[in-house]
């Protein structure tokens, strides 16, 4: 069982990753985030 764990974890880690990934996508999450990182930004550099 440890080597099945060895051998696949970094594989299914992966899968999960990218369809986290696609799902976010999907739902327009990243537009939402991109509005959030530019607002943050703005008020860093002292223009928002």
């Known amino acids: ?3 099945f764990a060895e051998k ?3 594989y299914i880690l992966l899968v ?3 369809a986290m990934l696609v799902f ?3 739902s327009g ?3 939402e985030v991109m509005k959030k ?3 943050i930004c ?3 550099i002292g223009i928002g």
Do not use: N, R
Request: charged share 20%.
């Open 1 to 3: 069982m440890k080597a």
């Open 8 to 10: 696949y974890l970094k």
């Open 16 to 18: 999960l990753g990218i």
């Open 24 to 26: 976010g996508l999907y």
């Open 29 to 31: 999450d990243a537009g």
């Open 37 to 39: 990182a530019v607002a």
């Open 42 to 44: 703005m008020e860093c």
